[in-house]
């Protein structure tokens, strides 16, 4: 008679080889002339979302040709500051669709149709939706460049597949691309979790258990005793070939006394919910300390779809006074995998270690709508906001020439998944109705200021914020600079390569730019990275010999214009 366990391992086995067997059907070629390197893959941790491509290395430069993976039409190009920057979508006739991001230019076909829609809007930011006839490519078509632009630290292609009518990302590597590696994953830590009346090595704090490799693979270091509920978390990343980049898991297994209590697969993703990373992942040491835990239990509010078997949402109840044999089975892409086992011992001895604590007023943004409401300001949360409940923390004070008090509201460590709403109380009536007002978050240590928007109505500032923190009103009267790099008055402009100017705001952020030459809108390329505008010579090289006027204005959030114009000739 076969095991229970044979019967799992049998199951979850069908399941991959069917979606394998329908990846394995997809002829895709290389978006790369060169080997695929990774720097990013799938899945990988990141903040407030899950990388939902392979980030591919281009040698540390722009210029190398990407090539269409597949014959099919081009459904959309995007030109951002952010993101992705330069993107082409390309859907095929196999129900995919191939992404590529952060380019340095496009074929001489896509850019001429990109040149008319920037001179159609007037705006160097475009979205381009196309028809399956408008724009077909063939397999290995030389579609666009690499490049770094977008929110991009650095030359790469960012490189996706996402299945065409859900527009769900798929994992890449399940496709047969080239991309070598025999590395299995590393494991360094595993976090151990009191929840509610448990108790951990005589302790109700979260704490870490460093491992070490042995000939049959990972164990713990240290005994763990503990009774109660508790969660587990997984410290692993994966490495591939050629590369010394921190890359994700594919999948990982969790087993409590043989039986598969918690399993998750990173195959696919959901854009609409894969800012729930903030509780797959342990945030704060995440965000703290760059650290990848893999919790092994789910909150409250979760609405993740990677998860293929879950008993107790994950949750190990640890009851008896008796060995519990706990193994993690964690994979990567490629199938390498590693393997830790350990012990956690039952001890009801343990509970008495537990000391109840003061009941605290709680936010409860979980299964229904919150709000937390003071003097100077009330904060509006939608339902599914928090992940689990948390203790009410608010405080408030003075801060320098502010509109209002300066908030500090909830811990900064406490991710959100929905943004709410903050109302703040402006001091001065003064101060009502004015248009220059803006919400802004300050560090702890008060140095960093960063502007948030907002609208102001009957004596409060109203802003979306996703994140808590330290909240004021500060005013904006202060127009943008603009500096001339290349240009001055009177300059011939006919051996330069572009025009080239500076441009920079103090606190609320450029939201508009626009160059004139004679009056005619010329497009400028803008990049935020680091506050240069260019005006290529192709957008001016018709001029006829002789003066010419060139205008730049600029626009911040609140209003604020600042012009220069220079007479140039050609």
């Not at 460049?145 to 929110?151: E, M, V, W």
């Not at 003066?547 to 609140?558: K, S, Y």
Request: glycine content about 6%; overall charge positive.
């Amino acid at each position: 008679m076969k095991s229970p366990l044979f019967f799992i391992f049998y199951f979850l086995f069908s399941l991959s080889f069917v979606s394998q067997q329908e990846y394995n059907s997809c002829d895709f070629r290389s978006p790369l002339g060169i080997p695929l390197l990774l720097s990013g893959n799938f899945a990988e941790l990141r903040s407030n979302h899950f990388h939902t491509g392979v980030d591919v290395k281009t040698n540390g430069t722009s210029g190398y040709r990407i090539y269409a993976v597949d014959s099919g039409y081009v459904s959309r190009i995007n030109i951002s500051h952010w993101g992705y920057g330069k993107a082409i979508y390309i859907d095929h006739p196999n129900g995919y669709t191939s992404v590529y991001g952060h380019l340095s230019k496009f074929s001489e076909k896509i850019e001429k149709l990109i040149k008319a829609a920037q001179y159609k809007y007037q705006s160097e930011v475009v979205t381009i939706y196309l028809d399956s006839l408008d724009m077909v490519v063939s397999k290995g078509d030389v579609v666009a460049l690499s490049g770094n632009s977008g929110s991009s630290m650095g030359p790469h292609l960012h490189f996706e597949l996402r299945e065409t009518v859900t527009e769900y990302p798929v994992n890449p590597l399940l496709f047969n691309f080239n991309v070598k590696d025999n590395i299995p994953p590393s494991i360094y830590n595993v976090k151990f979790y009191p929840i509610g009346k448990s108790v951990i090595n005589k302790s109700q704090k979260e704490q870490f258990q460093s491992v070490v490799k042995s000939s049959n693979g990972y164990i713990l270091n240290e005994k763990v005793s503990a009774f109660g509920e508790i969660g587990l978390g997984l410290h692993t990343i994966d490495k591939l070939n050629g590369s010394n980049n921190i890359c994700g898991i594919f999948s990982i297994e969790l087993y409590v006394n043989d039986t598969l209590h918690y399993f998750q697969e990173m195959e696919k993703l959901d854009f609409s919910t894969n800012r729930y990373i903030n509780t797959y992942k342990d945030y704060k040491e995440h965000k703290k300390n760059k650290r990848s835990i893999h919790k092994s239990f789910v909150s409250d509010n979760n609405d993740l779809r990677i998860y293929k078997k879950l008993i107790n949402k994950g949750r190990i109840i640890i009851s008896q006074n008796k060995e519990y044999d706990i193994k993690y089975v964690v994979r990567d892409v490629a199938g390498n995998v590693s393997k830790l086992a350990f012990k956690i011992y039952g001890d009801s001895a343990q509970l008495g270690f537990y000391k109840s604590t003061i009941n605290q007023q709680q936010l409860n943004a979980v299964t229904q709508q919150d709000s937390l409401v003071t003097a100077q300001m009330a904060a509006f949360f939608p339902e599914k906001s928090l992940y689990e409940k948390e203790n009410i923390k608010i405080s408030s004070s003075d801060y320098p020439s502010a509109l209002s008090s300066l908030i500090s509201i909830m811990d900064q460590d406490i991710p959100l998944q929905k943004k709410f709403i903050l109302k703040l109380k402006l001091k001065d009536s003064s101060s009502l109705c004015n248009d220059k007002a803006v919400v802004v978050s300050v560090s702890d240590d008060q140095k960093k200021i960063i502007a948030k928007g907002g609208k102001c109505q009957n004596g409060w500032m109203t802003a979306k914020l996703k994140s808590f923190g330290n909240y004021t009103v500060l005013l904006d009267s202060i127009k943008p600079v603009i500096k001339l790099v290349n240009v001055k008055e009177g300059k011939n402009i006919k051996a330069l390569k572009y025009l080239h100017f500076k441009i920079s705001d103090n606190l609320s952020g450029i939201k508009k730019y626009n160059v004139f030459i004679d009056d005619k809108w010329v497009l400028a390329n803008y990049s935020p990275k680091n506050s240069n505008l260019k005006i290529y010579s192709k957008e001016w090289n018709h001029l006829k010999s002789g003066n010419h006027i060139c205008t730049v204005e600029i626009e911040d959030e609140r209003g604020n214009v600042a012009s220069e114009k220079i007479k140039i000739s050609y």
